[in-house]
């Protein structure tokens, strides 16, 4: 089921100096900030040769970042994402397995356009694990 690491995702307070820091000391490349309202986040790609690190900013009152920059004040490691290429058929046979998906269950549409979904970090070895359709 599981297919390739689409991203790491990492939250900061601040997008610009996070950005800054990855340019000048890593000269990452890195798009331009999106603008999630439904996600609660403004997210940046850092393009890697292999995959991507998101940078995750809160956007709104609500953000489901806040309360883990509370924790982390420097910001941190949030969550990793794999592709599926089948989100329903990956969803349910997690769930059938004893897997907790975040929500309702219904996946999403991520970042990148494709349907998301989020899974319990305590049935994932303490890590928010995502999973992200990607048609082969
Ligand atoms: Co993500």
Known sequence: MIGRLNHVAIAVKDLEKACATYKAALGAKISAPQALPEHGVTVVFVELPNTKIEFLEPLGENSPIAKFLEKNADGGMHHI????????????????????????????????????????????????????????
């Open 81 to 136: 994402c794999y592709e599926v290429t089948d989100i329903i058929a990956a969803r349910d046979a997690l769930v059938k397995a004893g897997a907790r998906v975040l929500g309702d269950g219904t996946p999403k549409i991520g970042a990148h356009g494709n349907p998301v979904l989020f899974l319990h970090p305590k049935d994932f070895v303490g890590t928010l694990t995502e999973l992200e359709e990607v048609k082969a």
